[in-house]
């Protein structure tokens, strides 16, 4: 089961300190390297305008932390990341419960996690701590330690390009700017890294297009500097976030809902588990926002296990690799994502070569004998060819005599080897 | 509350004997003009020919009742209006009361009610009783006293231009034939005034044409003398008729039910009452269908309380201004309207200005601060752009995003003024 | 009651041994040429090739049964034809049950039932028995006595052209291929015979193209020899079969479920029955197969009774004109079909010739004393009208308004007749 590799490769990555710029994101690109070694990893200078954002200073926490009055330490950056509000500014200091709480973020309705917050555009510093610890904070003087810099420096993210017969692309994008969190979103990286692996090692009719990139302003970035190309080549494509629980199957689809991306993800939810959720743009939340913004408007879908601000766990240090992300939830999520591969490079509409039915008992595709019930698989051929009329594609088919995509694809073999159907070139875009 | 002036004036107009012809049509028309004095009152002769109809002739009442055998006065026309059949013949007599009753209508099933009951082209006369005072009628002969007229005269409709900024029309049509009943229909033309009132105080996109008119032969007559203009200019308007009780609100469409006063009509009745009434085409009963029949086709549809023909008070002398017509009705009924012209004078395509999402951040329009849970303003404002593609309008995208038009203005003036946002032209019709 | 005529023909043909070949088919055509004197009876040699399909040779069956150790006949050919597997080569010789068990076909579920079995493409023999009777069928020597021929012959079919004013045709098609069975498929044939009779008797505008042929092979066969006339003149027709029980009513649509055939066919059945029984394309299994297949196209659809494979009779001796197929369930059929044919050819649009509503009041078309209730012909009439917009043919109005197509016609001769309303010539295809 390669969700069992993927979720070992998850364990690696977890504990860098990711966060939309700095040592924990390049640290996660080189572990991702290591596997796909085509990767680039790239760098956009802090300070570049991209669209109406600009990119960032880079951050680096050397330690952070406060010591309680009894001289405890308590909140350790070192123990966990998520202790440290995300680009919190260096203070040093003593100072008093009162203006500690001014500081301190917790969830009274969930009193051992540590939430996840993050202030990239503020001037500020903050510590997440669980509510049950909070709780028995003693008045008195709390020293504060946040040993972090703000400097000009660059945002990280790594890009694969695997060329194939033709240069329309699939795009992958996810996201790596997440730190100790499983779901949402070590998930994302590791399984998109086994998928560009399987991409990598096979021929390919389309080219591919895969990025690991800091969320919003990486995607903001990567489309301000290749628009055009996208627009261009991106035939389909996928935001890959939340792809490692085992508790549902979650789709959410492109800003209008009606790309070959949106249709394949519904074909391959519906085949994996017919009681898959379906979103609608309103619950968006990733990086879809800017893909398929007005203007940009890439053809981007989004396949998912439990989506991103629906399950109780979310950004909090309880979304771990125990709990909540296993290996059998991986491996749900890459065979989602790589039967929408499937699907997409071999999808084509096919034209039956004789008129009226094909004589199939004389090709012994049927029993000669003719009784009361028939052969299940025969009337999926006879199905399957009354439908091939170089209009309706295989993925059409599917959805009309609601057979997985891939289930069809023996039957088809056989049936263009006996030449009973011929391909009819489909052109995308 | 606006619905208490609409009350009071409906109280005025109540005792007129309103027909399709005669002096009670003149006076409501004069106490509509005081309101709104550029409301031009208009003319047509009886015998002119209007597409398949005719003008008839003018009705005039100088008195009508009947003397019992006992001596006692009943069914007299100056006690309610309603008692006398419209467009009676005059007629002088004494009968039998078997005779008597081939000329009463009265209605089983509702003791206390008058019924009304017309007969415009008829040759005939009758009264209007209540079943439960007919029934102590006795035997005897009685004196009948219908002291009428029908003459060449004329039929009369009120008729309010109000030039806007376009040459397009927005149509409003209301009747003034109904004689002391409320919801069908005071209700109708004094909401009417009171919309048209506003209207002119106001600056304006869009030109309104407002018509009073007597039902049926009054918007076939004003049809075959305003056709082509009505053609070309009018964009949207509405029927306006039982538009006064506090029970229900209701929508009948077009003929095809697509266009965009349809379209704007069910925007605001859903917000108004999601639980209100879609009646179709089938169960059309007043102007509409002259409005929307072939070859006229205009776009008008109807936004109601309780629709004719489906509230038990309906037609007869329970219609009145106690128990089925309220100001807090009349007040329901304004706004709807009032919210449906208003959308109409708003509605616009826009364009968002920048690629990708907007840093709101930077704009204080969110927290820079960001935790579990998202501000439900910025989540409106970020729904509203990311559906800003120059295609979708606002009343569109109201639509998509389940919010009332009315309570995005606010964050769009925000937006256009930050110039996140521009205006693209729309084309109507 | 024509469905009695209807089973008293199917009686006459009960006993003919129907096969896709062979004199049983030629028995059966004459006899329907007794009633339709202008049917010819066509003939294709075994051996031509049809598409991806060759005639077979025909069969021919002189006698054919089994004499058990004991001496006892079974499996008589000549008591029911059933007995026999269709096409089944010569046999003669003495076999061990054992051996006789590999060519008796019974149903255990069913033990009185003979099934139908054929083997038209195969090199086999075999027999049908009752379950009942194979179970006490005791260990021994068999006699088998099967004196049947192959040889090559002809392959029968009838074809009715009946011209019309216009050369586009309707086509119907029903097959002759099925031994002693009611529904499927006596119910066919002499159904279309009898629509075939009264089509022949009356005035027509469309032509109509009426054949009876073996299944499969044989509209295979008719396609091969007419498809470019039927591509040229067929705009609408019905493949005949399963039209004799009275337990439901059931539509298969054409392929795409779009042509005016399955529109026509859902508005009877649905004012036949509401509860009718919407089959998809994948439910297919009759000549529609070969006449909505990928290039060849044609406008079938098929109204039913019970369909084939669905009740527990069907494909055995129980499917009989006494439990199965009656006198009301061959009426249903004869009348749905006959409805059909009767809508395309009165089909047309319409416009109105007035603008506003016509009066109806000096037609004498409603009462001219207008009072609370509606007349329900004055309802129909005007909403007939209301949709007279040159658009709408009388079945879309039908549809609309929910009123059996036969029901407006006479509405709409007095309309016409008073020139209210004219005809818009409508193109078909």
Chains 1, 2, 3 share one sequence.
Not at 13 to 36: C, D, H, M, P, Y
Not at 106 to 135: H, M, Q
Not at 181 to 193: D, I
Not at 235 to 257: H, I, K
Request: charged letters at 25%.
């Amino acid at each position: 089961m390669i969700g069992k590799k993927i979720h070992n490769f998850a364990q690696t990555l977890w504990g860098f300190n990711r966060s939309i710029t700095g040592e924990g994101v390049r640290q996660t690109l080189e572990a991702i390297k290591e596997l796909i070694p085509e990767l680039e990893i790239r760098s956009i200078p802090s300070g570049k305008q991209v669209f109406d954002w600009q990119i960032p200073k880079e951050w680096k926490v050397r330690e952070a932390y406060i010591i309680c009055p009894e001289g405890k330490k308590i909140c350790d950056f070192s123990k966990n990341n998520l202790h440290l509000v995300g680009y919190s500014q260096p203070f040093k200091g003593s100072i008093s419960l009162d203006k500690l709480n001014e500081h301190l973020h917790s969830l009274p309705e969930k009193p051992d996690a540590i939430p996840y917050v993050t202030s990239y555009y503020g001037d500020s510093w903050g510590f997440c701590i669980e509510e049950s610890k909070r709780r028995v904070l003693k008045e008195g003087i709390y020293s504060v330690v946040i040993d972090t810099e703000l400097f000009d420096g660059f945002l990280n993210y790594g890009e694969l390009i695997l060329e194939g017969e033709r240069k329309e692309e699939i795009f992958l994008s996810t996201y790596i700017c997440h730190p100790s969190m499983a779901n949402n979103e070590l998930s994302g990286p590791t399984v998109t890294t086994f998928l560009a692996k399987w991409i990598s090692s096979r021929a390919r009719k389309y080219s591919y297009r895969i990025i690991f990139i800091p969320e919003t302003i990486g995607s903001i970035a990567y489309l301000s500097q290749n628009l055009e190309n996208l627009k261009k080549r991106v035939f389909s494509g996928f935001n890959v976030s939340c792809v490692g629980d085992n508790r549902a199957y979650s789709f959410l689809p492109s800003r209008n809902g009606n790309t070959i991306s949106d249709k394949v993800a519904k074909h391959v939810l519906r085949n994996f588990d017919e009681r898959y959720i379906e979103y609608t743009w309103l619950d968006r939340g990733s990086d879809e926002r800017q893909y398929c913004s007005p203007g940009v408007d890439l053809p981007i879908a989004s396949i998912m296990r439990s989506k991103f601000g629906t399950y109780e766990e979310y950004h909090t240090s309880l979304d771990n690799l125990i709990d909540v992300v296993t290996p059998e939830g991986l491996d749900g999520g890459y065979w989602a994502l790589r039967r929408a591969i499937e699907v997409l490079e071999k999808d084509c509409r096919y034209m039956v070569n004789t008129l009226c039915e094909p004589m199939l008992g004389k090709r012994n595709l049927m029993s000669n004998i003719s009784k009361l019930g028939t052969n299940v698989k025969t009337k999926q051929i006879l199905d399957f060819i009354t439908f091939c009329d170089g209009e309706n594609s295989i993925l059409d088919i599917a959805n009309i005599i609601d057979v997985p995509f891939w289930e069809l694809s023996e039957s088809i073999d056989v049936l263009e080897e006996m030449k009973l159907i011929q391909k009819v070139e489909i052109e995308n875009n």
